[in-house]
């Protein structure tokens, strides 16, 4: 796990410090050794000149590494490395988990090694397949190849979105990197803010890829890979979920005998074997691997698949509150006592967390209204000696543990029945349930899905909504009809992708390709990253999520028993206590804060919207309002926090 930056330019007077700056800029994220490398052309070739109207061309490249060593710890993993057989280089982020078989496949062509790392085999098999090496890849990565012959960079980026890239390019000229502060240290990208961004963050919380909150930058998306030649961006989506044939999408339908009450067993020990597999592939490591025990089912069944499958301990860690209002150690004490694990408890407390908000706030790439949590874990982990990570984070989007499973279908079937009643009786309908019912985000909500005009695209995006359309509007100084459209398209894209798959899979599609890829994963990346930890996520294997969506969504959702499918695959891993425990997670009081501790200086931040550097785009009143709001009791937390953090970020990087 490293950090990642190049430029490939012509233009010569781009130097190396640009790339320097950047580079040292992520120093977190690879705080054991770093490279800066000039790829001059020692010979250009025909097929290396690029012609514009008479003139030779030839790009430059200048890549820059940070490295957290975790596979080959020795010299020979140093990056940027080089390709002495093709001239090729590249710089690389994440891990290939798949890599060892991948590299003996190299071998029994000739290819030779002079490493035991993962990168070098995603650098040789480029050199033999090309583009097509993603389709090997079974892992999280991120990473950028300077084709020296071809003249020719090639970005790629995992099939979930685990690890992040973003770019930006203008007059045949492009710059990549792993944090979008990257790019802006480097001097080279200018701190503009991005409306469609900034509509992304205010219905979200968080910026939806490819859109970042800086004019000009983009996330490559998951599941892509990018080519760069001459001047010429290409985009190519190389896998989605979506892509698999309709008759495969929910097919296993002999799984179900008699009245339902039973799944078949065959299928659930594919489930099982395939769970087993994601979990082993994530120990390659030369280092210890922990993970993360919170007691919830995601990271018990993970403890418990993990200790069955090594010969040694299995090192668990888990935060502890000292106020015992907030504490779960109960529950990840007894999964730590049942498999043996050697068990850290982090002892925390609401002080110590709260101490942390303005660091963690630093520690945000782009604005996210969530994630302190993981700073907080991270840290204490790192501190602790952890340098690599198991999590559950996916198993409530792949499995059906939110609520949204149950609720998004509902208001799919209330919405079309609605749909054919006439505009003027669905708005006094919604006008007169707004007036009847008490003041709540939850209850404007019913009323936008009432009205049914048009604004929300799908109930899903509804359930996952910041600020709704009309507080948007009164937000926004300015409204600009095409950054609105842009902002909705890439999710209107996945709307339609969605629409082949049943309700439940149809909500799961849609939380891994939104919610998990643009909060969970991209706050835990830079989060864990903040403090040189690496965290694994064996839930969404992309094996296992390919399997899971052959299955008829019916079969995840099961009365009262949470993930019920998860459940049966591993029957008898964990105790009833901690299958039947209440759904909590590892949540921070912020409601309290925001009333207490941190109430000045939130209320300062806000009630003073008409300095600094968002004044002249969103209404002071409105934001005001969302204050006063929270204070009355009349709108979630999330809102007021949401609004603070942007203006914090806005402060330090713009």
């Known amino acids: ?62 890549l820059g590494h940070t490295r957290l060593a975790i596979l080959d710890l020795s010299p020979a993993g140093h990056q940027p490395m080089h390709d002495p057989d093709t001239g090729n280089w590249i710089v690389h982020n994440g891990e290939i988990y ?74 045949r000229q492009i710059f990549f990197a792993s944090e979008v502060r990257a790019l802006l240290e480097s001097g080279l990208v200018p701190r ?50 979506g892509h698999a044939d309709e008759h495969e999408l929910g097919s296993v339908s002999s799984m179900l005998v008699g009245n339902g009450e039973k799944i078949d067993a065959q299928v659930l020990s594919e489930l099982r074997r395939v769970l087993e597999e994601a979990v082993a592939l994530r120990l390659v490591s030369d280092v210890p691997v922990g993970v993360f025990l919170s007691g919830g089912i995601d990271s018990s069944v993970l403890t418990g698949l993990l200790s069955r499958s090594v010969s040694s301990r299995v090192n668990t860690f888990s935060i502890v509150f000292r106020e015992s209002e907030y504490s779960e150690a109960h529950y990840s004490r007894s ?97 007169a349930f707004t007036h009847l019912t008490p003041a709540s985000d939850r209850n404007r909500k019913l009323a936008t899905l009432i009205q049914g005009n048009g604004a929300i695209a799908h109930p899903y995006v509804l359930s996952r909504m910041l600020f709704l359309p009309d507080e948007q509007e009164r937000l926004l100084k300015f409204l600009d ?68 969506f052959t299955l008829p969504g019916a079969l995840k959702i099961k009365g009262d028993t949470p993930k019920y499918l998860l459940i049966k695959a591993t029957e008898g891993l964990l105790p009833e206590e901690v299958v039947r425990r209440p759904k909590r997670g590892f949540a921070l009081p912020f409601e309290h804060w925001l009333r207490d501790e941190l109430r000045r200086d939130v209320e300062t931040a806000l009630l003073g919207w008409r300095e600094g550097p968002l004044a002249g785009v969103l209404n002071a009143e409105a934001v005001q309002g969302v204050w006063q709001a929270f204070l009355n009791g009349h709108t979630a937390w999330s809102r007021p926090w949401a609004l603070y953090v942007l203006r914090r970020w806005c402060e330090l990087y713009l």
């Open 98 to 171: 798949n890599f060892r078989s991948i590299r003996q496949n190299l071998e029994r062509g000739g290819v030779r090694f002079n490493s035991q790392s993962d990168t070098e085999v995603v650098l040789k098999a480029y050199g033999q397949w090309g583009e097509r090496c993603v389709d090997t890849f079974r892992g999280m990565f991120a990473f950028g190849i300077w084709d020296a012959q071809r003249q020719r960079l090639f970005l790629a980026r995992d099939r979930l979105g685990i690890k992040p890239l973003y770019y930006f390019h203008k007059d």
């Open 481 to 548: 009809p095409t950054s609105f459209d842009k902002a909705s398209q890439p999710i209107a894209v996945r709307l339609r992708r969605a629409e082949r798959f049943d309700p439940v899979n149809r909500v799961s599609y849609l939380e891994l390709r939104n919610y998990m890829l643009n909060t969970l994963l991209r706050d835990t990346d830079f989060m864990s990253m903040a403090h040189g930890l690496e965290v694994r996520v064996p839930l969404i294997d992309h094996k296992l999520i390919e399997y899971l």
């Open 335 to 431: 999964i730590a006592q049942r498999f043996h694990t050697d068990h850290h408890e982090l002892v925390l407390s609401q002080q110590d967390a709260l101490d942390v908000v303005p660091e963690a706030i630093r520690a945000m790439d782009q604005p996210t209204m969530d994630g302190v949590n993981t700073y907080v874990v991270s840290r204490e982990a790192r501190r602790a000696g952890l340098k690599v990570a198991l999590s559950g984070l996916g198993g409530d989007e792949v499995f059906a543990g939110y609520t949204s499973f149950k609720t998004v279908p509902k208001m799919e079937r209330f919405a079309l029945a609605s749909g054919r009643l006439p505009a003027s009786v669905k708005n006094s309908v919604a006008i």
């Open 192 to 241: 503009l803010l991005n409306p469609v961004g900034l509509l992304n963050y205010l219905s979200f919380g968080s910026v939806y890829d490819p859109a970042t909150l800086i004019e000009g930058v983009y996330a490559l998306k998951a599941g892509h890979y990018l080519t760069w030649e001459n001047g010429r961006v290409e985009n190519v989506e190389y896998w989605d979920v």
């Open 1 to 62: 796990m490293c950090g990642i930056l190049g430029i490939v330019s012509c233009d010569t007077s781009v130097s190396e410090d640009c790339v320097v700056r950047g580079t040292q800029a992520m120093k977190h994220r690879g705080p054991d050794d770093w490279g800066v490398v000039v790829c001059e052309p020692e010979q250009v070739g025909r097929d290396q000149r690029k012609q514009n109207e008479g003139t030779t061309h030839v790009m430059r490249a200048i």
